[in-house]
């Protein structure tokens, strides 16, 4: 009879003999495999915000449209004037904006003009109204004014035909601004992603519902959906299913009928009820499921019925991070935002660590008031309470090392993830 192994009290140890998948190599993984798999249609620019562009987009227009006034104040030909102090005498009206002043302003004349006014012909130049003088009709300033100053000229941002926003852009507030600047008014772009979750698990019960003292409530499907909304695309919730092999299939298939990629949560380890990794393994395409990745051991990465399954861990701060760091940058690859990856700073910490080598491993984090990186007081992965606390990830490389207080490590606010 074998002896059993001694313990190693570690439930993160890596276990001798078998190969766990490096968090590099898997996203490498993934990025080589997934491309862009919605399609494109064609929507009006003020309901565009948050799409992404499936096309460059040219300026239909220059912006500004016509040379303006940066400034309120008085306009004239640099020519008219001379040496020393400057003295012009002011022609009747004024240029403004919404108001453009109809004629030529002659040399050796000023004409009073306001920001955002188009530039009459005969002006090239505009002294500010605070730098000047004006008595008996004639505008007094001193010199060293130089020409064509304080005027925008014509398509001095944005010039017609040129480019202006390249495809795989998420449209921001300002982006929408930028393409009504330049007379865009519908933009192609990618059709929103489709992202179902499911939730897997006998022992869950949805807000609302009896529960029994040994029951929880379903945390991950709410957050991820919310998660996949943040990130610009269309939830499809399919609800939570009973550890059933028949059932997970069933749910999996009509995943895959009315969305482009599943998310699951829950049965993604070899357990006897874990039956998304089963069903996945039984399909042959389950292709990694072994992590080197602290918290988020169990993660099924694999295809069912053409479309991709991201098969995450149960616990809720595992699912939360395995989400940001593999789903995410995958999900916008596949939606035409194209693969995006965090960026990180460095900065010392509030804390002191052991880390065991062959992990890599994410704490939940917080820069304090002194600018160092402090941890969440746990590091276990059913305390949701520290993901709501935290304002990012430390990430700590696979090697081992010893961390004191101060030692610089990388921190990643959640902005860097969309969030």
Known sequence: MRNPPKLSNDCFALPPGVHWTPVDEALASLRARVSVVTGIET?????????????????????????????????????????????????????????????????GKALRILTGAMVPAGIDTI????????????????????????????GEDVAVGGDT?????????????????????????????????????????????????????????????ELIRRWG????DLGHVRDDAVMVKQMLTRGAREADVILTSGGASAGDEDHISAALQASGSLNLWRIAIKPGRPLALAMWDGVPVFGLPGNPVAAFVTALIFARPTLLELSGAGWAEPCGMDMPAAFSKNKKPGRREYLRAKMNASGHAEVFKSEGSGRISGLSWAEGLVELQDEGRQIAE????????FSEFGL
């Open 165 to 225: 926003l390249s495809a795989g852009c998420i449209l921001r507030p300002q982006d929408l601004g930028l393409l009504a600047a330049v007379g865009v008014d519908s933009v192609q772009v990618y059709k929103q992603l489709r992202v179902a979750v499911l939730s897997t698990g006998d022992e869950l019960r949805q807000i609302g519902e009896d529960i029994a003292p040994h029951q929880i409530y379903d945390a991950n499907r709410p957050m991820l959906l």
């Open 233 to 236: 695309m269309e939830p499809v």
């Open 406 to 413: 101060g030692d610089l490590v990388r921190y990643y606010p």
């Open 127 to 154: 002294v500010l109204e605070e730098d000047v003088v004006i008595e008996d009709g004639v505008l007094k300033f001193a010199m060293g004014l130089k020409k064509g100053a304080n005027v925008r000229p014509k």
């Open 43 to 107: 929507v009006l620019t003020t309901a565009a915000g948050g799409r992404v562009l499936a096309a460059d987009v040219v300026a239909k227009r220059n912006s500004p449209p016509y040379a303006n006034s940066a400034v309120d104040g008085y306009g004239f030909a640099f020519a008219s004037l001379g040496r020393g102090e400057h003295t012009l005498p002011l022609a009747q009206g004024r240029a403004a904006a919404g108001g453009p002043f109809d004629g030529v302003v002659p040399v």
